[in-house]
């Protein structure tokens, strides 16, 4: 019984053979391109607010708005063949609202996205869930996979907070990720001992953000501004498992795979929100990285 669970399970995540009638998904019909889907997205969204601007920037070197981002994102994915009908979206971003905000716009733009992601911005679907989203790309199609942790900046330039929709108080932002510091900064300061509450599976996902950023305790505690630093620890402890799950998943890409990642960095409800990109490769049908796209992004 054990053996046919197992076989059952890997067959799951298994592609069609030839032969067999297609199950391509048309993710998203129509017939707009992509480029012009966020022209629509973008619309109704604020025109870029200059002070906003300048501060987002100079606290976060290379970020751009996500209006910008979207649009250089689809051009470029455009290029190779992506498009609205062949493209899935695989996420791995926080579960807090404001991380939807990034991933609403690329739902209008290629469809539903699968989700890999939980507290914090971590991939907590890993292989399993990478696997079951490789046979969920359309026949012939793409998977465009958007990754990693956020930071909120409030009007008056105070990281990890936000200003929220219907809230007085300006909030935590990542809450998530600023419990997992405060129980670093307990340990690193010689007070707090590393827990098991990893084991403690009604809060397993936050348990496995604090051990997994433990790594970097000492770059947190020597970091100029701790909570600018934050989002960069966390998106370099993600980045080790993105890339794991990838390698991994690879010999399961149809015709390519683009992975982005970087950090969300939400701003108050009536502004734009940023993105600062630190990865943008390609993947080409052998599961072989043949591009580094980045600098187009900048």
Known sequence: ASLALLAASASAFTTSPAGRVSTSLNILAGTQSAQERVASVMEGRPEENEAIDKLVKANFPGAISNKEMESKVASILEAKGFTPANTLLCTSLCCDELARNLEDDLNKVYG???????????????????????????????????????VGISKDGVIGKVERSGIALVDNCCGSA???????????????????????????????????ILPFGKRLARAGERMRELPYALYDSQEVMVTDIVNTGKGSIKQGLAVLGGIQINTAPDQLDYFHPLRFDYYDSDGNLVENMLPYLR
């Open 178 to 212: 600023i419990a997992a510091s405060n129980y670093l900064k307990g340990i690193t300061d010689g007070g707090a001992k590393i827990t098991t509450k990893l084991q403690t599976f009604s809060d397993f996902q936050q348990g496995a953000v604090q051990e997994l």
């Open 112 to 150: 539903h996205n699968f989700n890999l992601g939980g507290l914090s911005g971590f991939p907590f679907a890993g292989n399993t869930g990478f696997g079951a989203m490789s046979a969920h790309v359309p026949d012939d199609g793409f998977c465009l996979l958007v990754h990693g942790p956020h």
